[in-house]
Nanobody, 127 residues
Framework: QVQLVESGGGLVQAGGSLRLSCAAS????????MGWFRQAPGKEREFVAA????????YYADSVKGRFTISRDNAKNTVYLQMNSLKPEDTAVYCC????????????????????WGQGTQVTVSS
């Protein structure tokens, strides 16, 4: 079982940066691919970034490539999302998710493939 708790959200001006953290508890954290998803009011949940449990592969939505970086520290049971050059359209509730994967290199972009979800943290980017 895995429990996920996000932190680091807040209000930031356009062009600024935030780093989100997702702390995981439970067994075999290193056996889970981790993803970040976001949902704006009235919008569908969308994929943001994902990382395999070996950190060998990372994936990003086109809208955040070059601005966001996902990373993980398995020793600390934590995954991060560094967000730079933030835009107002990045405003959303950001959730982390864990997907059990025996593959060291695989990470899914599909939310229905994830097994556990955090409660979310609000990111608001002002103009």
């Amino acid at each position: 079982q895995v429990q996920l708790v996000e932190s680091g959200g807040g209000l930031v001006q356009a062009g600024g940066s935030l780093r989100l953290s997702c702390a995981a508890s439970g067994r075999a954290f290193s056996s889970y691919a981790m993803g970040w998803f976001r949902q704006a009011p009235g919008k569908e949940r969308e994929f943001v970034a994902a990382i395999s449990w070996s950190s060998s592969n990372t994936y990003y939505a086109d809208s955040v490539k070059g601005r966001f970086t996902i990373s993980r520290d398995n020793a600390k049971n934590t995954v991060y999302l560094q967000m730079n050059s933030l835009k107002p359209e990045d405003t959303a509730v950001y959730c982390c998710a864990a997907d059990y994967s025996p593959s060291a290199w695989y990470a899914s972009k599909i939310p229905t493939e994830y097994d556990y979800w955090g409660q979310g943290t609000q990111v608001t980017v002002s103009s």
